[in-house]
Structures are given as C-alpha cells and as structure tokens.
C-alpha cells in the first residue's frame, strides 16, 4: 500500500511532462499516463534484485556503472515498448493519439531512466539501512552475552570467600550455604541461557541467592517484599534483580554490625515495570567501588537491551540506598532463547 501510494507523485510528474512535450488533450494524459506509471512501478520492484547482486562494498565502480545503466536502459525499453503498443490500442478509440505520442517518446523514455535509477539507489540505500540494523542487532546480542557470562562468575568468587571464612568459624553453616550455593548456580545456569523469563522466576532466583546468603549474616540479614500480582508474568532479562540484591548485601548490610533490612518492591505503572531494592548503609564504611560490579553491570543490559526505554535510578538519602529500576513491561509470550 505504501509503495502504490509513492507513485502517485510520480505519475502526476510523468503526466506533466508528457503534457509539457505533447499536444495531448487531459484525458488523452491520463489514458496514457496511469498505466504507463503502473508498468514503471513493477518494474522498478526489480532494482532490489539488481542492487543485491551488484552490492556497493564489494563490486568495482565501472561494473557498478555498466549493471546499472544497461538495468535502467532495459526498463526504459520495456516501457517505450509497453507505451507504443498501448497507445495504438487507444489510437483505435482517439484518433491520432499515437501521431500526438510521438513528441513525447524521447520525453518518457528519458524519464523513465532516471526514475529506474532513482529506485536502483533508494535500493542500496534500504540495503545498507538494513545491513546496519543487522550489524546492530549482532553487536548488542554480542554485548548482552559478554555482560550475562560475567555475573555468575562475579558472584561465584564472592561465594567461595563467604565459605571460606565460614570453615574455621562454623562448618555446619559452611556446608549449609555450599547447598544453597549449589541450588542457586544450578538455577541461575539454567535460567541464564534464556533471553528473557518471567518477573516471578526472576525473584524466586533471587530468593534462592537470599538464602545463600541467609546462612552467612542468619539474623542479621532481614527482607520485606512488596509485590504486584500484576507484574508476575513481565518478561525480564534472567539475572536483573539479583545483582541489585547483591549489590545491596555488600555494600550495606556486611557493613552494618547490627546488619539490616532489605526492602524489595516490584510494581507496574502503565507498560513499564517499577523494581526498587533499599537498604541500609554506614556512610563512614569504605567505599568499595563507585556502584559496584553489579550495577554497573545491570545498567550496561538494560542499554544494550532497551536503549533509553529503560533506566536504572540510584538514591542515597540519610543513611539508605534505594535502586530503582525502571524497564518496559513485556507480556510473557512463552520461553526465548
């Protein structure tokens, strides 16, 4: 429907031509002109076809020009043969129509080059849009992989240093939270293959890293949840909410003596999905790192993933750090790979 509707400035262009070369009446035009346009636009559906073969990066520039040139001279021809053929049929019906024609011919079929021409470069043009958007979308699945095949081993490291610190504390916990450990990297493999899982398999991933964790600061680790029945079924990429767990266990509740409470809510507002992770910090700790591997982490996925559809908010405010993640709601449409 769109690529009709393009030609209909066209044929009004070719018409006023063919009037301006021509002694021919309105209706004489439009008798000659609108089919003429029509065969002109099927035949130009063939210049994809041409500039496919002939593609711009890897054919030489005289073999560019001769391919090109002798397709719209071709076009040319069939169309001056379409016309000539079409006006003595109309010739029958208005006489001397074809006498009137004839000053038009050089007219049209110059015309007709040029558009020929005109639609072989809107071809390699589409070509290359399309050849960018592919580079794109290659690049970004690239990207999206590398930062997914760092968290497992990010958190596996900090892992091992809790087990290890718990050996010669108490090995009942230690042997506890291999368990855990083991479940939780047994899931979050599974999971993380996938492109996209539902909000709820997201958060009960990150219930089983809580536990992981729960046998590490037992009581001194505490977690409230908020969350919208509504929001269950939001396709999220796998690993998006734990890292902001993580990063909240870390840099916060370890910090504290007392340890604390982490709140987790998971909201939807319209087509976006509103999660935030809040806990309590000790603003005279030692900083280590800006944000974190782990932030940092989830905001590169989210750009490489969403672009600026998506956002990843950070707040500090007297002695509470709350992450706020913003992403647009996807229905779930089963398991992507």
């Given at each position: 429907?769109?690529?009709?509707?393009?030609?209909?400035?066209?044929?009004?262009?070719?018409?006023?031509?063919?009037?301006?070369?021509?002694?021919?009446?309105?209706?004489?035009?439009?008798?000659?002109?609108?089919?003429?346009?029509?065969?002109?636009?099927?035949?130009?559906?063939?210049?994809?076809?041409?500039?496919?073969?002939?593609?711009?990066?890897?054919?030489?520039?005289?073999?560019?020009?001769?391919?090109?040139?002798?397709?719209?001279?071709?076009?040319?021809?069939?169309?001056?043969?379409?016309?000539?053929?079409?006006?003595?049929?109309?010739?029958?019906?208005?006489?001397?129509?074809?006498?009137?024609?004839?000053?038009?011919v050089p007219v049209l079929g110059a015309t007709s080059w040029l558009i020929y021409l005109l639609a072989l470069?809107?071809?390699?043009?589409?070509?290359?849009?399309?050849?960018?958007?592919?580079?794109?979308?290659?690049?970004?699945?690239?990207?999206?992989?590398?930062?997914?095949?760092?968290?497992?081993?990010?958190?596996?490291?900090?892992?091992?240093?809790?087990?290890?610190?718990?050996?010669?504390?108490?090995?009942?916990?230690?042997?506890?939270?291999?368990?855990?450990?083991?479940?939780?990297?047994?899931?979050?493999l599974r999971l993380g293959e996938l492109t996209s899982i539902p909000l709820a398999e997201e958060l009960a991933?990150?219930?089983?890293?809580?536990?992981?964790?729960?046998?590490?600061?037992?009581?001194?680790?505490?977690?409230?949840?908020?969350?919208?029945d509504g929001c269950s079924d939001c396709d999220v990429p796998p690993l998006l909410v734990q890292p902001l767990?993580?990063?909240?266990?870390?840099?916060?509740?370890?910090?504290?003596?007392?340890?604390?409470?982490?709140?987790?809510?998971?909201?939807?507002?319209?087509?976006?999905?509103?999660?935030?992770?809040?806990?309590?910090?000790?603003?005279?700790?030692?900083?280590?790192?800006?944000?974190?591997?782990?932030?940092?982490?989830?905001?590169?996925?989210?750009?490489?993933?969403?672009?600026?559809?998506?956002?990843?908010?950070?707040?500090?405010?007297?002695?509470?750090?709350?992450?706020?993640?913003?992403?647009?709601?996807?229905?779930?449409?089963?398991?992507?790979?």
């Open positions: 429907m769109n690529y009709s509707t393009g030609w209909l400035p066209v044929g009004v262009m070719l018409g006023f031509l063919l009037h301006a070369s021509g002694r021919m009446s309105r209706h004489e035009i439009a008798a000659t002109t609108i089919p003429i346009t029509i065969v002109l636009a099927v035949l130009c559906l063939s210049a994809w076809f041409v500039a496919r073969s002939s593609p711009l990066r890897s054919t030489s520039g005289w073999k560019l020009a001769v391919n090109h040139t002798v397709a719209a001279v071709c076009a040319s021809a069939v169309v001056l043969v379409f016309a000539h053929v079409w006006v003595t049929v109309l010739s029958h019906f208005l006489p001397g129509l074809n006498r009137r024609f004839e000053t038009s470069a809107l071809a390699h043009v589409w070509m290359a849009m399309e050849s960018s958007r592919r580079a794109e979308l290659v690049t970004r699945e690239a990207e999206l992989k590398a930062l997914k095949a760092q968290i497992n081993p990010h958190f596996l490291f900090n892992s091992l240093n809790s087990i290890s610190a718990l050996t010669s504390v108490d090995a009942v916990k230690a042997r506890d939270m291999c368990i855990q450990l083991s479940n939780f990297l047994r899931s979050s991933l990150t219930k089983s890293y809580l536990d992981v964790e729960q046998v590490r600061f037992g009581q001194r680790l505490r977690v409230t949840q908020d969350f919208d767990v993580e990063n909240a266990i870390k840099h916060g509740i370890a910090m504290l003596a007392e340890g604390g409470e982490i709140a987790m809510t998971a909201h939807r507002n319209g087509q976006h999905l509103e999660v935030t992770v809040e806990n309590p910090f000790d603003p005279d700790a030692p900083v280590m790192g800006k944000s974190g591997f782990g932030l940092a982490n989830v905001r590169s996925r989210l750009k490489a993933r969403y672009g600026g559809a998506a956002r990843l908010d950070i707040r500090v405010d007297k002695g509470r750090y709350r992450v706020a993640l913003s992403l647009p709601c996807e229905e779930r449409r089963g398991i992507e790979r």
